[in-house]
């Protein structure tokens, strides 16, 4: 009778632990999920902020293109850049690699606005489209960091225990920072 007794505590025992162990799994996983879907959203805003600013490229072109006669080349980059952005597939370093490029072609541009074309530069249409433009950078730029946050809580969680255990098991990798390769 003793030895059933013994045997029957060290069954509910492993059960227990078992039970434990299975639970600690579940909330580990589940957390690294919810973890996963906030880089996910972030991402997505990032991508609502370059929409948006690629949806008001043509308006600034056909706008610069009225005033302009030696900026076509330009006018060609960020028109090719903004066909490049929408043809990604939407990982971070590509996006963020033709975005540096896009913002270094924009800079040129509004340089050149200023310096030579003070009628446009001084223009309601223009001085409006800049000032899109240059909110929507500047909210990137907080999506950007947003998203990266997210990422390093996210990398964090699969590497740390016990999640570095439940990653395994579940195939959950490390995600790249925004302008990581």
């Known amino acids: 009778m003793a030895q059933r007794n013994v045997l029957c505590l060290?069954?509910?025992?492993?059960?227990?632990?078992?039970?434990?162990?299975?639970?600690?799994?579940?909330?580990?996983?589940?957390?690294?999920?919810?973890?996963?879907?906030?880089?996910e959203n972030k991402?997505?805003?990032?991508?609502?902020?370059?929409?948006?600013?690629?949806?008001?490229?043509?308006?600034?072109?056909?706008?610069?293109?009225?005033?302009?006669?030696?900026?076509?080349?330009?006018?060609?980059?960020?028109?090719?850049?903004?066909?490049?952005?929408?043809?990604?597939?939407?990982?971070?370093?590509?996006?963020?690699?033709v975005s540096s490029q896009l913002n270094l072609a924009l800079n040129t541009l509004f340089v050149a606005i200023q310096e030579n074309y003070p009628t446009l530069y001084a223009s309601t249409l223009y001085i409006g489209l800049f000032d899109e433009i240059t909110g929507t950078e500047n909210r990137i730029t907080q999506a950007k960091l947003d998203y990266n946050d997210a990422v390093a809580a996210y990398n964090t969680?699969?590497?740390?225990?016990p999640g570095n255990l439940v990653a395994g098991i579940f195939g959950l990798t490390p995600l790249q920072f925004y302008g990581s390769s």
């Open 157 to 161: 969680g699969i590497a740390t225990f």
């Open 43 to 97: 991402w997505n805003a990032i991508a609502v902020q370059y929409e948006r600013k690629i949806d008001l490229i043509p308006q600034l072109v056909t706008t610069v293109e009225n005033y302009t006669e030696f900026e076509q080349e330009t006018l060609a980059l960020i028109t090719s850049l903004r066909t490049q952005w929408l043809n990604l597939n939407g990982s971070p370093s590509e996006q963020a690699n």
């Open 10 to 39: 060290v069954l509910v025992g492993l059960v227990i632990v078992g039970g434990g162990i299975g639970v600690s799994i579940i909330l580990t996983y589940n957390n690294l999920v919810t973890l996963k879907v906030d880089v």
